[in-house]
């Protein structure tokens, strides 16, 4: 710790939540300052029977946390240095609040995870790493979010620094283009992309999007209509983290909520990061589905229900599914994962993961392509700040 935070932990003792709230099986809470040991120790009962101050840093203790009128929870606590310590309960909201409240009444300050982050890490780049790995949702995400914490977006930067300053500005100018190409896969390491299955009623939309989630999300029969509201639900494909929404069949109708689900459907589609516009390959290819071909031309286009009979000529590239017999669903979840990511990343790649980083990356490139060498140098130096100061938000303010 720098002399700095040891001022400010002489001064009070904080509580900082560490994870994301309601997510995961764990919950830990950062307990900093010169008494942390002794307000955790108010409330923690060893499952040894010893004071919490006896055993020796960096081992991890078992017990519960008290509570006056039950049992108390289980939870786990290991002393990191003398003036800090972290605890370890279940995950959710309750546990985690009681514990914070206890704290609380004894005069413990809470902080935000932003704070923390300032404190403990040495660059924003850094800061905005670990912020963002509370937020990953996969072990391929939390992965590339990881190779950034340690460095690998940084190195990177001041690799095209480098040249920039020795004037090798083709060399930067390649650099800044292939950061620039791995925005889109960065700003998606923390929310999902959007898949929306689109088409005419009752061609089997909701039973693919079931078979990609592995479980049935979407209600399944064989009346035209069933769907009527978008239907979302959270999976990862190859390890990206997506979500996966099926809308109402796209048809003329004077049923009032169906008009309804067919104009919000229309909205979603419209912006999703990919349709996947499916068609049922036993009915032959019409006017209607030539016109939804051309309202969506950058669509996934998928004939299903193969196991009927031959695929439809549809004057166009597709892919042939069946929902029943799962064929071709495996081919369809390479194909949404190869439209949306499209690029390979080996181990330790630098990949710039929030708007502000892209958007310096934007301005440096614009600056380099312009001749104005020190100004990308600049920009580049700004997402390299060695003093976290600003939101870490892997979100547009």
Known sequence: MTNRIHNELAAKCVATRLTSEGRGAVTVIAVEGFKATEFVG?????????????????????GRWKRKHSEGEEIVVCRTDESSLEIHCHGGVAAARAIMESLAADGVVEQGAETWANHHSSDLIQAEAWLALADARTERTAAILLDQYRGALR???????????????????????????????????????????????????????NRLLGYQRSIVFDQPGTTRDL?????????????????????????????????????????????????????DWSEQQRQLASAYPEALLVVNKCDLRDPVQVGGPFLATSALTNEGVAELMQAIVQRLVGIELSAGDAVPFTFRQREAIEAASRAVDQGEAMLAIEELRRIVASEPTASYRTKPS
């Open 155 to 209: 190195k990177a930067l001041e690799a095209t620094i480098e040249d920039l300053v020795a004037g090798r500005t083709g060399a930067a100018r390649d650099e800044l283009a292939t950061l620039y190409k791995r925005c889109d896969i960065g700003l998606h390491l923390t929310k999902p992309w959007r898949i929306a299955f689109g088409g005419p009623p009752n061609v089997g939309k909701s039973s693919l999007m």
């Open 231 to 283: 239907l979302s639900a959270p999976t990862a494909l190859n390890g990206w983290f997506m979500e996966l929404t099926d809308t109402a069949g796209l048809r003329n109708s004077e049923d009032a909520i169906e008009i309804e689900g067919v104009s919000r459907a229309t909205s979603f589609l419209a912006e999703a990061d990919l349709v996947v516009l499916v068609i049922d390959t036993s009915q």
């Open 42 to 62: 108010r409330h923690f009962a060893s499952a040894a029977g010893k004071p919490l101050a006896s055993f020796p840093l960096r081992r991890i203790i078992f």
